[in-house]
């Protein structure tokens, strides 16, 4: 069943609305989340961990509502990579995942099992003796998946999952995400577009606290098909002005030309031809075009 959202809204004693109404349903799978900094997208997060109750509106998964008197029950179904983690600097990164399994309501034999399997698929094993504050950045999101992973949680929420990571590394966790979501949950709230082109059929595009496409990936690249145009620009002057009136998705030089890619609902008057849309150029369309 997955999560189902209606009509929720999330306002600050600031009176800072950060979700607006809004409405979405994940289904089992992995689940993408676009959206720029100050979408949403982090509070939503907060919500689905319960760390924030809803103002108003409703939140269910698996058809259990979120309220207090559920919030003991989501939790043990839930596990959670934040986008800023920092585990116990002092322990080594064996005794950080023990500690953390210990904790997770499950037999010890069980979760030192899972912390040399997932070490392993993470590519850490070698590392399992080092304290944590001597690991790099990347390898402390490493070790926050692991200890996201240990309970083997129906719901798995992953912000930024791969930042700090080489392109061999990312690969391997987006793989992992991939194999765990089978018959489970994986909500993947990302800035690197690729990751999600790589791992999921499904998204969210989210903006000032409302989801402005909710679906298909193939439906949203339909969207903005048509409206998808590679320029040249002669001089850096012509490539300035273009960008003052169109969204410009990539610039590049080929040779002595600058090859320009851009967005508008209509041909631009200047000698282009239309091409197709990646996700990036789809997000930035559906995310701009309102404006």
């Known amino acids: 069943m997955g999560i189902k959202i209606e009509d929720l809204t ?16 994940i289904p089992k799978g ?8 100050g979408a949403g ?36 179904k839930i596990g959670y990579l934040p986008q800023e983690i920092d585990l116990y600097p002092s322990l080594t990164v064996q005794e950080c995942l023990e500690y953390m399994g210990s904790l997770s309501g499950i037999s010890k034999q069980r979760y030192k099992e899972r912390i040399g399997y997932y070490l392993e698929k ?37 912000d930024e999952p791969t930042t700090g990571l080489d392109p061999e590394e990312r690969i391997r ?8 979501s089978e018959g489970r949950t994986v909500l993947f709230s990302t800035h690197v577009v690729e990751d999600l082109v790589a791992t999921c059929n499904q998204l969210a595009v989210m903006k000032k606290g409302q989801f402005l496409y909710s679906g298909n990936m193939r439906e949203l690249l339909e969207q903005a098909k048509g409206r998808i145009w590679i320029c040249k620009a002669k001089d850096e002057k012509m490539a300035r ?28 008057e200047i000698e282009c031809s ?16 309102e404006s």
């Open 30 to 37: 992995i689940f993408g989340l676009l959206g720029e900094n």
């Open 122 to 158: 993470t590519n850490l094993s070698e590392h399992r003796g080092k304290k944590m504050k001597q690991l790099s950045g990347g390898m402390k999101r490493r070790v926050g998946l692991v200890q996201a992973l240990l309970n083997e949680p129906e719901l798995l929420i992953v």
């Open 173 to 180: 966790i987006r793989n992992l995400l991939v194999d765990f």
């Open 274 to 289: 239309s091409c197709e849309a990646t996700l990036e150029d789809a997000y930035i369309y559906i995310a701009n075009k």
């Open 41 to 76: 997208k982090t509070t939503l997060m907060r919500v689905l961990t319960t760390v924030l109750s809803p103002t108003s509106g409703t939140v269910t998964l698996d058809g259990i509502l979120y309220n207090e008197g559920n919030f003991e029950k989501i939790k043990r």
């Open 241 to 268: 002005e273009l960008e003052n009136k169109y969204h410009v998705s990539s610039k590049q030089y080929i040779g002595n030309e600058l090859q320009i890619k851009l967005i508008s609902e209509v041909p631009p």
């Open 10 to 25: 999330i306002t600050f004693k600031n009176k800072v609305t950060a979700i607006d109404h809004a409405d979405l349903e």
